[in-house]
């Protein structure tokens, strides 16, 4: 093909596809070679991020090679490794090559997995895949789903659903009901919703960071006495500060008899029921009336693999069915594999592809060990805390996650709040091994979450090891430098 042809369709010769596509796959490779020995974070100054955005629209093309070392230089480089296996922040995302090619086939085949009738193959998978994740949820023959881009997408569909299901079209005086410890991606989606703040009634966690039960009794009680209508109950399959798993058989009950919608936001931990502690902390879990999850997370896909599960799955299309003269043509009797109908996309990748591979390459057993090697770290991780003698753990090991917070041997409690909070930070400098804060109970801790099953036990051992001496010199520093210095550090 002339440069001149190539240039005017917006393609590259045979060769320079296969030199382009065969340098990616060596990147990659090369990257997985490399990722342990990296830094877990490289960051680049504010100047000279901004400089990178300055540049101007090109109106003329460059060479490949030249636009992917840039990419290479200028967004690898100063990218977080989320998938590092000393990477304990947040949630880690550790992925698989196989997904990773799955999602590559998606693009470059740009399967339509709208509409059955333009790809029912891909419609099939879906639905086989969303069948498969319902199978190990324990969710009945009548449950269905749908691929969305992540656990906060899933966590609004469901409580779309939930409103359509419950109120009938009317928000007025409906409320629903979490503990404090719900990721905001409920709260975002109760608001975009269009719910005001005060109709999610977020109660005060107990001891175990749980939605406490008598506490939402009497609060549905006292919202029926006041003329309000209650509609639904948030819970959390493993929450994202502690792993902490609301008591779902319970709220269960509680729902059947008071005639609620249970939707539980599994994004982090539902997958965890594919191991044997994840089945007894997970326990009811098939009992709920929807479910986000996140496949991005603890089923080890590229990012943006969320679904959503929901018990009667003739609820999707009532909540998200529209309409539409153009696409008259393309209905099918099967309404459920029109996947346009499941949720607010109309145009969607075939998300499904990923997980589906992978399931098929990989197995559900090896899938389920590499969700163990998350309970084995974080139990690891713990003891070698306690080992350490100086750090206190605030909640031990549960879903791969655990918290904890530095010990002075002074015992001042300030003062650990201070080392606590810079910690971060000063891991962040180091690049070895990275974990984040959080705030319990208005406290500073540390926290690991250990889901990648990349980790191996002397990476455990070299970031607590690492963590001991860093905070040991936040010590030393903190306590020599004046009253005022400290204010200063502990601001930043
Ligand atoms: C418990 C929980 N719910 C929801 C979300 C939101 O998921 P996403 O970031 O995929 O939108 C997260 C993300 O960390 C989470 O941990």
């Known amino acids: 093909m002339s440069e001149e042809k190539q240039r005017k369709t917006l393609e590259l010769s045979r060769e320079e596809m296969r030199d382009f596509g065969y340098r990616?796959?060596?990147?990659?490779?090369?990257?997985?070679?490399?990722?342990?020995?990296k830094p877990v974070a490289e960051t680049l100054d504010y100047e000279a991020l901004n400089a990178i955005l300055r540049e101007p629209l090109p109106r003329e093309g460059m060479p490949w090679r030249d636009a992917m070392a840039q990419f290479e230089r200028q967004v690898v480089n100063t990218s977080n490794r989320v998938d590092h296996p000393r990477f304990f922040a947040y949630i880690p995302l550790a992925n698989n090559f196989v997904s990773v090619m799955a999602d590559s086939l998606a693009a470059?085949?740009?399967?339509?997995?709208?509409?059955?009738?333009?790809?029912?193959?891909?419609?099939?998978?879906?639905?086989?895949?969303?069948?498969?994740?319902?199978?190990?949820?324990?969710?009945?023959?009548?449950?269905?789903?749908?691929?969305?881009?992540?656990?906060?997408?899933?966590n609004l569909t469901a409580l779309a659903v939930a409103r359509e299901a419950h109120l009938s079209g009317e928000k007025r005086d409906a409320v629903a009901y979490c503990s404090d410890q719900i990721h905001f991606a409920v709260s975002r989606g109760m608001r975009v919703l269009g719910f005001a703040p005060e109709q999610l009634r977020k109660l005060p966690s107990d001891d175990e960071f749980r939605l406490p039960l008598a506490p939402l009794r009497e609060a549905i009680a006292a919202d029926r006495a006041a003329g309000k209508r209650p509609f639904c109950v948030i819970a959390s399959a493993g929450t994202t500060n502690t792993g902490a798993v609301d008591k779902l058989s319970a709220l269960a009950d509680l729902c059947a008899a008071e005639d609620l919608w249970l939707h539980v936001d599994g994004a982090y931990g539902a997958p965890a029921i594919l191991t044997e502690g994840g089945k007894s902390a997970l326990k009811g879990l098939g009992r709920v009336d929807s479910l986000a999850l996140d496949a991005h997370k603890w089923l080890f896909q590229p990012i943006?693999?969320?679904?959503?599960?929901?018990?009667?799955?003739?609820?999707?299309?009532?909540?998200?069915?529209?309409?539409?003269?153009?696409?008259?043509?393309?209905?099918?009797?099967?309404?459920?594999?029109?996947?346009?109908?499941?949720?607010?996309?109309?145009?969607?990748?075939?998300?499904?592809?990923?997980?589906?591979?992978?399931?098929?390459?990989f197995g559900l057993d090896a899938i389920s060990e590499a969700i163990a090697a998350g309970f084995q770290n974080a139990e690891l991780a713990e003891r070698l805390l306690r080992e350490a003698g100086c750090w206190e753990i605030v909640t031990p090991a549960q879903m791969a996650i655990l918290t904890f917070r530095y010990q002075p041997s002074t015992g001042d409690e300030a003062l650990a709040d201070r080392v606590t909070h810079d910690l971060v930070g000063r891991l962040l400098d180091d690049g070895y091994a990275f974990a984040s804060g959080t705030q319990l109970r208005g406290?500073?801790?540390?926290?690991?979450?250990?889901?990648?099953?990349?980790?191996?036990?002397?990476?455990?051992?070299?970031?607590?090891?690492?963590?001991?001496?860093?905070?040991?010199?936040?010590?030393?520093?903190?306590?020599?430098?004046?009253?005022?210095?400290?204010?200063?550090?502990?601001?930043?």
Do not use: H
């Open 24 to 37: 990616v796959i060596d990147m990659l490779l090369d990257y997985y070679d490399e990722r342990a020995d």
């Open 108 to 154: 470059g085949y740009n399967i339509f997995n709208a509409v059955w009738l333009q790809g029912p193959g891909a419609a099939q998978i879906e639905r086989l895949t969303v069948d498969w994740l319902r199978q190990i949820f324990g969710l009945p023959a009548e449950a269905g789903g749908t691929f969305v881009s992540g656990g906060s997408v899933a």
């Open 304 to 361: 943006e693999c969320g679904v959503v599960l929901v018990r009667d799955r003739r609820w999707l299309p009532r909540a998200f069915k529209e309409t539409s003269e153009v696409l008259k043509d393309m209905q099918s009797d099967g309404e459920e594999l029109n996947f346009m109908y499941q949720g607010i996309q109309l145009t969607r990748q075939f998300r499904a592809l990923k997980l589906w591979l992978s399931f098929k390459v």
């Open 443 to 492: 406290k500073p801790v540390m926290r690991m979450c250990c889901n990648n099953p990349r980790t191996t036990p002397a990476d455990l051992r070299g970031t607590i090891l690492l963590m001991g001496r860093l905070a040991a010199e936040l010590e030393a520093t903190l306590r020599d430098a004046p009253a005022s210095d400290q204010d200063a550090r502990v601001k930043t």
